[in-house]
């Protein structure tokens, strides 16, 4: 039996299947279609990591290809999924809406009807910390209701999850959703804002920042995220659940640019511009439902992990 991962070649795809040789005896599947939203050579670097590993498969194919997906299932015996993979960006999202319905909607729809037809024990479907949208009550908890989400990327993951619950209830299948809050650590996805600050502060270049610097988000280690994609494959009366995945100690932006400045040792040139109406103006997870179902707790604080980071940064940069 095997997990299949979706994104298997991206930051957190990467990460969870080096945790899953070490912590578990399944055949791992890393589905990923290395398309260019970001460099791939990068996945492609990702991916090489497990060319060596006998319980690794790897499998360059599109989720949203219906024949593609009928075929792995068929060929292989999938025990469960962690989908992972998605258009991710908040920004480009507000540009290339149909591309993101199209994967993020329409490929997790096919996923969904792929299980249906090839049952598995377990559906992880990994959504984000942006279907809360404006007005959301903080912190942002999965009972309470929502505001409207801000970009097209929170609309399609909040859709991508009633596709998943409307399974769960009209076909039993076993769908948990989990709300990852602003993941970091080695591997960081290029485009993302830690990645841009880092990059500039090392070679002196300015940082953008949008707004005063008072935006807030919920920094969490992608070690946690693992720890709580692991849980969630196994653990009891999460079926049907929308579980947040954060480490509920948000950190303005001028202060991670505090904390990158104290790990490079440099300063950063920094350049005002207007704040983005796409931004939420704070991300902020309540773990409470975490807590009790996964037995959840971040273990990696914020000023450990951006050291981390930058000492991987810095290695992979030179």
């Known amino acids: 039996m095997a997990i299949l991962i979706t994104g298997g070649a991206g930051f957190i795809g990467s990460h969870l299947i080096e945790r899953l040789l070490v912590q578990s005896s399944d055949d791992l599947i890393c589905l990923d279609n290395f398309n260019d939203y970001y460099d791939p050579a990068l996945k492609r670097a990702n991916a090489a990591l497990f060319d060596d590993q006998p319980r690794?498969?790897?499998?360059?194919?599109?989720f949203c290809d219906s024949n593609a997906m009928e075929s792995l299932f068929t060929q292989h015996q999938i025990k469960s999924v962690v989908h992972l993979g998605a258009y991710a960006g908040v920004r480009v999202s507000v540009a290339q809406p149909q591309l993101y319905q199209q994967t993020n909607v329409g490929?997790?729809?096919?996923?969904?009807?792929?299980?249906?037809?090839?049952?598995?024990?377990?559906?992880?479907?990994?959504?984000?910390?942006?279907?809360?949208?404006?007005?959301?009550?903080?912190?942002?908890?999965?009972?309470?209701?929502?505001?409207?989400?801000?970009?097209?990327?929170?609309?399609?993951?909040?859709?991508?999850?009633?596709?998943?619950?409307?399974?769960?209830?009209?076909?039993?299948?076993?769908?948990?959703?989990?709300?990852?809050?602003?993941?970091?650590?080695?591997?960081?996805?290029?485009?993302?804002?830690?990645?841009?600050?880092?990059?500039?502060?090392?070679?002196?270049?300015?940082?953008?920042?949008?707004?005063?610097?008072?935006?807030?988000?919920d920094?969490?280690?992608?070690?946690?995220i693992c720890d709580g994609l692991i849980a969630a494959l196994t653990a009891e009366n999460v079926i049907g659940e929308t579980i947040n995945l954060g480490h509920s100690e948000p950190i303005e932006m001028r202060g991670l640019i505090a904390l990158l400045e104290n790990a490079f040792g440099k300063k950063a040139n920094i350049e005002r511009l207007p704040e983005r109406p796409e931004d939420l103006p704070v991300t902020f997870a309540n773990l409470q439902k975490a807590q009790r179902l996964l037995n959840y707790e971040p273990q990696v604080p914020i000023e450990v992990g951006i050291r981390d980071y930058v000492a991987w940064f810095q290695s992979w940069y030179a």
């Open 219 to 224: 920094f969490t280690h992608v070690s946690d």
């Open 107 to 217: 490929g997790t729809l096919n996923l969904l009807e792929t299980v249906r037809r090839h049952p598995v024990q377990r559906f992880l479907l990994a959504s984000s910390s942006t279907v809360y949208g404006r007005g959301a009550a903080i912190p942002f908890a999965e009972d309470a209701p929502h505001g409207v989400p801000a970009s097209p990327y929170g609309a399609t993951k909040r859709a991508a999850e009633l596709l998943g619950l409307t399974y769960a209830e009209l076909h039993q299948t076993p769908v948990v959703c989990l709300r990852p809050f602003s993941v970091y650590g080695p591997r960081l996805r290029p485009d993302l804002a830690l990645t841009i600050f880092a990059k500039a502060i090392h070679t002196g270049a300015t940082i953008p920042l949008f707004g005063d610097g008072t935006i807030r988000r």
């Open 56 to 62: 690794v498969t790897q499998i360059e194919a599109d």
